[in-house]
Every structure is written in structure tokens, then in C-alpha cells.
């Protein structure tokens, strides 16, 4: 740099205003505090995708298993019912089938007292929107 623009750049320096120079220098972007973001979000991005990806299938297993649970209780008193009752119709099977689990245990204990498919028809009418 020559003497004269170093003069000339004392005299513009010299122009600036200390609040309007730092206003400036603070709204200057770091490129490595960019990167850094960037890669802050992307890592926050990812570590969430995997959280998300692990509960929804704890909460899937536990869905299933509780499905599970229910089809095979359901399963065993509907035979039990058929054993003891004799023929169920499907109107009565489909009913049993959609009980969720606890009423379908219940119903297991019950049907040990029936004597007759007019004990299990007045059972699900008692139960069915309990």
C-alpha cells in the first residue's frame, strides 16, 4: 500500500461512525460459525428422525402385542364357549371378538356359570358397552 492510500484509508476510517462500524462488524458472518450451525442442525435433525424412528416402533410392538394378546384370549374363550354352549353364531363370535382384553377375560371367568346361550347372549348384552 502507498502512502497516499494509506492516508486515504486513515481519512475514510476516520469517516465511520464507532456505533455504524460495529453495527457492521456484528452483522458479519462467520463462515465457521455457519458450518457449525449447519452441521448442529443436521446432527439435531438426525439424532430426532432416530429418537422418532425407535418410539414409533416401541409403541408399534406394544400395539401388537396387546393386539396379539387380545386375538389369542379371544380365540380361547370363543372355544371354550363352543365346548360348554355348543355352536355360537357369528353374530355372537364376532361380538366376542371385538371385546377388548379385559371384558374378554372377564367373560372367561363367567362362562365357567353358563348353562345355556341365553346366559352368554344376556352376558355380551350387560358387557357390551362397558
Same mark, same amino acid.
Given at each position: 500500500?502507498?502512502?497516499?492510500?494509506?492516508?486515504?484509508?486513515?481519512?475514510?476510517?476516520?469517516?465511520?461512525?464507532?456505533?455504524?462500524?460495529?453495527?457492521?462488524?456484528?452483522?458479519?458472518?462467520?463462515?465457521?460459525?455457519?458450518? /457449525?450451525? =449447519?452441521? @448442529? &442442525? +443436521? !446432527? *439435531? #435433525? %438426525?439424532q430426532g428422525r432416530q429418537q422418532g424412528l425407535q418410539q414409533? $416402533?416401541?409403541? /408399534?410392538? =406394544?400395539? @401388537? &402385542? +396387546? !393386539? *396379539? #394378546? %387380545?386375538?389369542?384370549?379371544?380365540?380361547?374363550?370363543?372355544?371354550? $364357549?363352543?365346548?360348554?354352549?355348543?355352536?355360537?353364531?357369528?353374530?355372537?363370535?364376532?361380538?366376542?371378538?371385538?371385546?377388548?382384553?379385559?371384558?374378554?377375560?372377564?367373560?372367561?371367568?363367567?362362562?365357567?356359570?353358563?348353562?345355556?346361550?341365553?346366559?352368554?347372549?344376556?352376558?355380551?348384552?350387560?358387557?357390551?358397552?362397558?
Amino acid at each position: 500500500m502507498t502512502d497516499q492510500e494509506a492516508l486515504q484509508l486513515e481519512h475514510e476510517l476516520g469517516k465511520v461512525k464507532p456505533d455504524a462500524a460495529r453495527e457492521a462488524v456484528m452483522n458479519l458472518t462467520n463462515p465457521f460459525i455457519e458450518l /457449525g450451525k =449447519q452441521r @448442529g &442442525l +443436521q !446432527q *439435531g #435433525l %438426525q439424532q430426532g428422525r432416530q429418537q422418532g424412528l425407535q418410539q414409533g $416402533l416401541q409403541k /408399534g410392538r =406394544q400395539e @401388537g &402385542l +396387546q !393386539q *396379539g #394378546l %387380545q386375538q389369542g384370549e379371544a380365540e380361547l374363550v370363543l372355544k371354550q $364357549l363352543g365346548r360348554r354352549l355348543g355352536t355360537l353364531s357369528s353374530s355372537q363370535e364376532k361380538t366376542v371378538r371385538r371385546l377388548p382384553l379385559q371384558k374378554i377375560e372377564a367373560l372367561g371367568e363367567a362362562l365357567l356359570d353358563f348353562t345355556s346361550l341365553a346366559d352368554l347372549t344376556r352376558w355380551l348384552r350387560n358387557n357390551k358397552n362397558c
